[in-house]
């Protein structure tokens, strides 16, 4: 069955450093979605890619789909503390979602 | 908008008991989808409703568990008997597609001892 990777699992980063978090499908995607979890809350949805080398911004937040549909990134720019969660994307093949095990990102003051 | 409402939002029973899991869907999402979150496992669809309809129920885990949605606007999820392996914050999601983004209510976390 299709399968959803992510890493790293954690992340620990000093205020103001940036973070990326990758999303490896073992199948071509249709799209991709990203979801934040805060802690104790539930997945937030924040944006959907959908086209081959699709890139969007969110503030300091630029996603990423690669070329061949098969891999994702999320990249922060100078993390705040407001920015702690778990990072999930979620992958879609043949109408079914598949999500990733999420990265879960500390930021220490 | 008042998004999905789940309840309740803490479970404690004691194996054997019988759980119901109750959830609401915003208004006009034709989508609903419930989820099993834990540490081990992570996010696990269990099963989703199309129209009311049970499309893809793949994801139960034992005959245990049951789900219905008897109309558009409520979903339950019941597990009978429960035993202390079916822990875990259970999550009601929905949609208005199949694949577009799915809004997530609070989770009821479910322990049983």
């Known amino acids: 069955g299709q399968q959803v990777m992510q890493i790293p699992q954690y992340q620990h980063v000093q205020e103001g450093e940036d973070f990326t978090t990758y999303c490896n499908s073992s199948?071509?995607?249709?799209?991709i979605q990203w979801y934040k979890q805060r802690p104790g809350g539930h997945p937030v949805f924040l944006i959907q890619l959908v086209k081959s080398g699709e890139v969007k911004k969110q503030k300091r937040l630029t996603f990423q789909f690669g070329e061949a549909k098969k891999n994702s990134s999320l990249h922060i720019t100078a993390t705040q503390t407001t920015d702690v969660g778990t990072y999930f994307c979620a992958g879609t093949n043949a109408g079914k979602s598949t999500f990733g095990d999420g990265t879960t990102l500390t930021v220490k003051p | 908008d008042a998004g999905v409402i789940q309840s309740p939002r803490h479970e404690v029973t004691e194996m054997g008991q019988e759980v119901t899991l109750r959830c609401k869907p915003i208004s006009g999402h034709d989508y609903l989808f419930w989820y099993r979150q834990t540490m081990m496992r992570g996010l696990e669809l269990l099963i989703y409703?199309?129209?009311?309809?049970?499309?893809?129920d793949s994801g139960m885990p034992e005959d245990r568990f049951s789900a219905k949605m008897p109309n558009a606007s409520f979903s339950t999820l019941k597990i009978q008997p429960s035993e202390p392996r079916d822990s875990a914050v259970y999550f009601c999601a929905s949609s208005s597609g199949r694949v577009s983004p799915l809004h997530f209510g609070n989770g009821t976390r479910l322990t049983v001892t």
């Open positions: 409703f199309n129209n009311n309809v049970p499309i893809d």
């Open positions: 199948t071509t995607l249709s799209n």
